[in-house]
């Protein structure tokens, strides 16, 4: 297993994150220190980083080589951004910085800066057409997407640190600060030409996560991070308000935003909300990855340009059962059954078909039996907990959930979608209890682990539903343990339900 | 890493469990399938398997068989207990599992059977002078253990299914026959002379988990397993009581009791219940280990005899962390970090020593990061999901969740002790807060991971606690991340800290 430790210098704060990963992967975040050193603080309009800057970013360096040092990772990559590039006396930095750290920063470019954001949105969503935003202390990047292809980009001066630092009050903001503020940023982004006309916007950054975290709050949504949260201007203007509504010392103290960001995160509210008034985007999806797991990708996928990755919800499934040890022939072929059931049924007009609901099963069945890493008692909870707990890269909160309960209920338990909340839609309920009947039949079909049982054939006869397995040896025990496994399946098909030998 | 699989082909149920092992450890529990084959149903006075029981155990046999073939698993380790050593027709059985699926199955004598729980006991909990009691579908064994060694053992057909068959009818069961059952089982044991005597009596089998799972809900307890849990006399009387009166048919209803055990679970109750007061027993520690644990040490252990983990506490601990691979340099550190500040606060007289106390933090230290296996993001919240959902042999419940308590708050979060539920005891919010405190002080002056911050000592002076930090290289970093997580300690020693260089 190889180590990399991507160390970004941000304009608003610096973060240590180590990635373990081989070639091919899997690859997993494996720490991480983030450290608030506001570098740009009080850099102004002569562009200057300031001696207390300069010393805090000193220090921060040094404990992060040191921690590289002690935990034996050489291959790091210290990146600088907007503050950075920008000022002035850049070179005493970098020179003390290399002076007691060694380090070579390599300071992007402001079209660099957007083609890691970029690299970090179409690997960790399904974004393939629309646009991102990646919001920083000192700038933000703005970019177009056509067909997975970066096609437009650009850096603004418009960070979060930068803009309040410019046009808002230390504590209380005005309404005219406010306007003032909208009016800039919208300026500069309607002179790009190229920005909207899509309905997809996907965001990165600190500051964006903080808001998403603090809209996911407001509406009770379970507490499993924002990878795939999608964020309202609506909700966006309720959280202006709010945070417009408290002096400045008090606005780290909404649910969701980090203290240390406080100080600037009114400033990246309006900054989004400018931004997503002027390319008309009603929501922006929020993804946990970052410029450094942009700056990571390119490690990863070493000699690939640009660093794509194929197919990110499949990847993003494999990473997690590889990370747990479970992606063997059991899986697949409970993915394989799974689907010949599920594919009998809707040709036998017995469920109406949805490539949305197969796509979670076969999704739920890659990954039904990681829990047996945490304990092999109650496996299907864990199995639930890990999915809850990875994000599932490209796919939206709803469909981890909903995975995440097919795994729960593969073997048994009486399917319940209360945890889905505020995600829940019309017919869940018997969504769940059909996918979770249709894997728990399959689970135990493939109880040997055999894969003796190979096909399914699905037929209605008399009102009853009749499922007819072929198998290459006895598969008595199999037909067996499945009948026993039925009801729920039965029940969701609201018919009796025959398993058989074909 | 070796696999093997102990197969257990009970008198109530068939299991076969699957143990992931390196000499030396890890080990872990990997598999397991429990088939409810009820082998010894009808063998009544004649001691003979009836026809039906032998088709039911040969083709789970085969199940079983064809599960180890698939997973390349060729280290079996079959063995049968009470209802196939008692009966008379026993071989017919045993050459038809060896045709069908090769296996020898060492059918094991009461002795053996009686050796194999008490090594299950002795590895999973801290019972050094006590009793044993195994309760099994054909059979008990009960046993007395002096120093860890055994000392006296004995098999008595007193088993859940046995004692069912016999003394209750199969619907209602009337108080004449539960007191003649139980004055046949406290004939039995008194018989034996030398039951009781010692507070301590550790229970193993099905039967006991399901009894201690019910007692588990009726206390409204956090659902995390029975390893480790204490079932109160007076508990138990509460069970059978509300066993008793329902029909044999919903027994299986009752929460925690498994519905494939409903029939016999009355009979278990009302065995064990007569047992606990022939030895004058108020409670028994109930553990997750079983016969076939017993069988696993033996191979795990090769060449020492008995096979006994010396420390099975410390092992316990060991073995959860190398599982996440986090027994490195690191957590050794803040471990001895932290045990410095709490020997520093009380050679103080800041805190009062406890022995138990000073055991939770050393142990929390140990497995504080293995979250990170889930997931680096709130990885504090997944290594108390791991410690919880592992279950720890050795410890109690009670510190099972304090360990993960600690753990929890080891980085950040206002420390809460409510999980506990009826497991917490005055005073633990104070010492949650103040053990937390320390190990969150040791965690930032470990922060670069290096080690750099060798040695702590604590002094009083002025109202103030001042903690001294003597380090090989320059420190500062170290001790300016300390500080700024020392709030905590400071507010659970009720006075300012000072964090210094020495």
Chains 1, 2 share one sequence.
């Not at 980009?153 to 209380?172: C, I």
């Not at 469909?399 to 995440?404: P, Y």
Request: net charge negative; with cysteine.
């Amino acid at each position: 297993m190889r180590r990399t430790a991507v160390i970004d210098l941000g304009s608003n704060s610096f973060r240590l994150v180590v990635y373990d990963w081989d070639p091919g992967g899997p690859w997993t975040l494996s720490d991480e220190i983030r450290e608030p050193v506001r570098i740009s603080a009080g850099m102004g309009e002569k562009s200057l980083l300031q001696p207390d800057a300069i010393e805090r970013a000193v220090s921060t360096a040094e404990v992060f080589a040191s921690f590289c040092r002690a935990s034996g990772i050489d291959d790091v990559l210290p990146v600088g951004t907007s503050a950075i590039r920008d000022a002035h006396n850049r070179d005493e930095l970098l020179d003390l910085i290399h002076e007691r750290t060694g380090w070579d920063v390599r300071v992007l470019s402001g079209a660099e800066e957007a083609y890691y954001g970029y690299l970090a949105v179409v690997n960790s969503t399904t974004l393939a057409d629309g646009f991102a935003l990646d919001m920083g202390g000192g700038s933000i990047q703005v970019s177009r997407v056509e067909q997975r292809r970066l096609r437009e980009a650009e850096s603004l001066p418009l960070g979060a640190v930068r803009v309040s630092e410019g046009f808002l009050s230390e504590d209380e903001a005005s309404a005219k600060e406010m306007k003032k503020l909208t009016k800039h940023v919208t300026d500069q982004i309607e002179r790009l030409g190229w920005w909207g006309g899509s309905p997809r916007l996907a965001g990165i950054g600190g500051s964006i996560r903080n808001l998403a975290a603090a809209a996911q709050k407001r509406a009770g949504y379970p507490d499993s991070g924002v990878q795939g949260f999608s964020l309202t201007r609506e909700t966006l203007a309720e959280l202006v308000d709010e945070l417009a509504g408290r002096p400045a010392s008090k606005r780290g103290k909404v649910p969701g935003i980090k203290p240390d960001r406080g100080d600037v995160i009114l400033g990246a509210a309006l900054v989004l909300a400018a931004a997503m008034d002027a390319g008309g985007f009603e929501s922006i999806e929020v993804t946990e990855a970052g410029l450094r797991e942009g700056v990571f990708f390119e490690r990863f996928l070493d000699g690939v340009h640009p660093a794509l990755i194929d197919d990110v919800r499949g990847q993003s499934v494999d990473n997690l059962a590889r990370r747990y040890g479970h992606s063997g022939a059991h899986a697949k072929h409970v993915e394989h059954l799974s689907l010949e059931l599920y594919d009998g049924l809707a040709d036998a007009d017995l469920v109406e078909r949805s490539a949305e609901d197969r796509d979670l099963l076969a999704r739920a069945c890659a990954l039904h039996d990681i829990g047996v890493a945490v304990h092999y008692d109650d496996h299907h909870k864990h199995s639930r907990y890990l999915i809850l707990s990875s994000g599932l890269p490209g796919f939206d909160q709803r469909e981890v959930e909903l995975i995440s309960l097919i795994a729960r209920y593969h073997r048994k338990g009486e399917p319940d979608v209360s945890p889905l909340g505020a995600l829940a839609r019309d017919g869940d309920q018997e969504r769940l209890a059909l996918l979770a009947g249709i894997i728990r039949i399959a689970e135990q079909l493939e109880r040997g682990r055999d894969q003796t049982v190979r096909n399914l054939r699905v037929a209605s006869e008399n009102g009853s539903v009749v499922v007819r397995a072929t198998a290459d040896e006895d598969d008595a025990v199999a037909i067996w343990s499945a009948r026993r496994a039925a009801e729920l399946l039965a029940g969701a098909l609201e018919r009796p339900l025959e398993i058989e030998n074909a």
